[in-house]
């Protein structure tokens, strides 16, 4: 959905022409602007505090500090930034990495102009997007049928959880369940918690795998 609201945007990645590519896509884009960019994660550390993006699009192979590096440092320094990790690559440990360190989207690189313009967009707003490919990647990256657990969640719990899988932020469960944003807040915090997961994206694949939701 596209807002009156300019969101700005932060390239990383290695390769020029990828950032040449990127650049071009955000021109087109009325409420998407490019405001820095940067060749590595080191770059992008020392970077990120000119420039004040929105939303990152990161890399995550890249020479000096890999994307996953550079995520978990930014979201400590920068909470409010949220992050989409942009690659090539769909291996399960690459995947893992990037959502442990905080990323809120993993895409690849052959994503359409309007999907990754919806994902920036949803990131924005706090919700998770995840490359098709990378859901079926963690889905699959078990050993066996997964073991059913319901993990300890309330009634209530279970409800934000159907909210978080269908791409709810937190304003829109609290609007939803008619509730305050801190409570829905808090609800989101407790069900990552009992389930292990450091954030939004990662529960969404473990309440698939495990068949929470329908």
């Given at each position: 959905m596209i807002t009156n609201e300019t969101i700005r945007v932060m390239l990383v990645d290695d390769h020029d022409m990828v950032r040449r590519g990127l650049a071009a896509f955000l021109n087109v884009k009325q409420d998407l602007e490019l405001v820095g960019e940067?060749?590595?994660?080191?770059e992008a550390i020392r970077e990120v505090s000119l420039c004040k993006p929105d939303v990152i699009l990161m890399d995550?192979?890249?020479p000096e500090m890999d994307g996953a590096a550079a995520t978990r440092k930014i979201r400590r320094m920068y909470p409010d930034i949220q992050i989409i990790a942009l690659t090539s690559f769909q291996e399960t440990e690459l995947i893992r990495g990037a959502l442990q360190a905080g990323a809120i989207g993993y895409l690849l690189k052959n994503v359409?102009?309007?999907?990754?313009?919806?994902?920036?967009r949803a990131a924005h707003s706090g919700q998770s997007t995840l490359a098709p490919e990378v859901v079926q990647a963690l889905l699959s990256s078990g050993s066996g049928v997964p073991e059913t657990r319901d993990?300890?969640?309330?009634k209530r719990e279970m409800e934000v959880l159907e909210?978080?899988?269908?791409?709810?932020?937190?304003?829109e469960i609290a609007e939803e369940l008619v509730v305050s944003r801190a409570t829905a807040k808090a609800h989101v915090s407790h069900i990552l918690a009992k389930m292990d997961v450091s954030n939004r994206?990662?529960?969404i694949v473990l309440a698939l795998r495990n068949d929470l939701v329908t």
């Open positions: 940067a060749r590595d994660g080191r995550l192979i890249m359409s102009v309007d999907d990754l313009a919806s994902a920036i993990y300890g969640l309330t909210l978080l899988v269908q791409g709810l932020n937190n304003r994206a990662e529960a």
